[in-house]
């Protein structure tokens, strides 16, 4: 065989800009014995009430459903079941948008610090990830710092509020200045149902030139069910609809099923919500706490999401995260992994057993000390 052959296919050239994910790269470092506290999803179960209607759901049709979802569930989830497509999760919402706008040469506005999928999407269609930075210690959304990077190349801005990794919510104001700008903007919301002194904000009708993206798994610990949607002015969703039938088909129909049990179950849905709440926010108070007598590090409660964004003492948070996951048993992502800015702090996630969270932290603290850090 000649040296071509072994190397085996080449990927198509959009890929060669896109590396491995540091989150990957931690996490193939977990051990059985690891404390993971990189971990991007809750940890919460089912109750029964969720097993039941899961049980029922199962016994709905099993077809197809239309390409945008049941227009049930559109309904329930927006009123009119014209500005709503129901997608494979909020990623694929994500990527049918990016697939449905997106061209060569095209700039897109990426929150820095900011969930890695903005910025690979945008390389994936040949476009340009403009980053704009969040500042420590708030890591409040200036809207300037988005206003002033719009050029004409500007297709698509990403704002992120609940955010991954940082926790932190945008104020009202600034996502209004964001909606009214010019550009199309993707609002992704998918944490906005964690939260933990007041509700945050949504962009959806801010303008029409919003897609508010959201779904149930960070709100229902039903990240394998893979089930979300893109709510926007019809116009706006007409391609992204396009590009979704050509991705996923439909979204699967239990997960619809499941997902429009769930919205009928008003009351119950409330006391479920108020629960994964109280939950996170038991958990938070743990990592804050241990965050401050571990790590000597005083955080501003973030008001929402299941991250804290933790300064370390190491310039390279990469080669510390390892180390940390080689040395000291705990997993933390790196926060380069999520942009230029995020270097110098880790994000620590606290959708973890309240021991788990202690004891990992305390375990981070110990290797500190013991380097003479
Ligand atoms: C900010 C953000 N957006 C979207 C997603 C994707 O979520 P889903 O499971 O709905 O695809 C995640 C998952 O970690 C996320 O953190």
Known sequence: ??????????????????????????????????????????????D??????????????????????????????????????????????LYAIFQAYVDPGDEVLVPDP???????????????PVPYPLQPPSWDLEADEVLRRITPKTKLIIVNSPSNPLGAVAKREALEAIANAGPLVV?????????????PASMRGMSRNVIAIDGMSKSHAMTGLRIGWAIAHPDVLKPVITAH????????????ALAEMILDAKEWNASWLERVRAQFRE???????????????RLEPPPAAFYA???????????????????????VIPGAAFGIQGEGFVRISYA??????GAGIERIGRWLRAAGR
Not at 114 to 128: N, P, R
Not at 284 to 296: F, M
């Open 1 to 46: 065989m000649s040296g071509r052959e072994d190397a085996g296919p080449k990927p198509a050239g959009r890929f060669a800009r896109v590396e491995l994910s540091l989150i990957r790269q931690i996490n193939a470092l977990a051990t059985p014995l690891s404390t993971n506290l990189g971990i991007g999803e809750p940890n919460s179960e089912p």
């Open 48 to 93: 029964e009430t969720l097993h039941e209607l899961a049980r029922r759901a199962a016994t709905t049709s099993w077809h197809y459903s239309a390409n945008a979802g049941n227009p049930s569930l559109r309904k329930k989830l927006a009123g009119d079941p014209n500005e709503v497509c129901v997608t494979a999760g909020t990623q694929e919402a």
């Open 114 to 128: 900011g969930f890695v999928a903005y910025a690979t999407l945008a390389k994936l269609c040949g476009a340009e």
């Open 187 to 199: 609002s992704d919301e998918v944490y906005r149902q964690l939260w933990y002194e007041s509700e």
């Open 245 to 256: 039938q050509y991705i996923a088909t439909c979204a699967s129909v239990f997960s619809q």
């Open 283 to 297: 958990q938070r108070e743990v990592a804050l706490h241990a965050i401050e007598h571990e790590l000597d590090v």
């Open 309 to 331: 964004f933790v300064p370390v003492p190491s310039c390279d948070t990469l080669t510390f995260a390892k180390t940390l996951a080689t040395d000291a048993a705990v997993l």
């Open 352 to 357: 973890a057993p309240k021991e788990a969270i």
